[in-house]
């Protein structure tokens, strides 16, 4: 059986602003003391983003709160963290970005067995109009679910 999947952090916003074309799985480079705030699910990434640079894949933003008994051992809560993937997805990543529009979205955090993973998205940014259509479905459904449960009645 596989190893359990515990989701620590998701960003509900990605799919808002994104088309997720394709999803990467990349290990996280972490300091002992990120990890056990990761643990206590002090984690974010809501306002984080990922660049490729010179063969490396790199996460900004992404926010890890200080581990209370943590005093020196403690990094910067906000500082660049660098995603581990193989070079081969690396260069296909690459390579796609430069195609207009793509772009790489952290999707969310979560443990898998006792390593912490970060579910990467490859995105093309939607219009204002896409959002709009998103969200006039999303009344639809809503609507059909009510009469649905009306009728039911």
Known sequence: ?????????NNKKA??????????EAGIELFGTEVKSIRMGKCSIKESFIRV????VYIYGMHISPYEKGNIFN????????LLMHKKEIIKLDSKMAE???????LQVYF????????????????LYDKRQDI??????????????????
């Open 112 to 127: 898998k067995g006792s390593l912490v993973k970060v579910e990467v998205g490859l995105a093309r940014g939607k219009k």
């Open 15 to 24: 799919y808002h602003d994104y088309f997720i074309d394709e999803k990467y």
């Open 75 to 82: 990094k910067d809560p906000l500082r660049v963290r660098r």
């Open 53 to 56: 640079e010179n063969g490396q």
């Open 136 to 153: 006039a479905k999303k009344d639809q459904r809503r609507e059909v679910e009510r009469d649905y449960k009306m009728s039911l009645r």
């Open 1 to 9: 059986m596989g190893e359990s999947i515990k989701l620590v952090a």
């Open 100 to 106: 207009k529009g793509m772009t790489l979205v952290p």
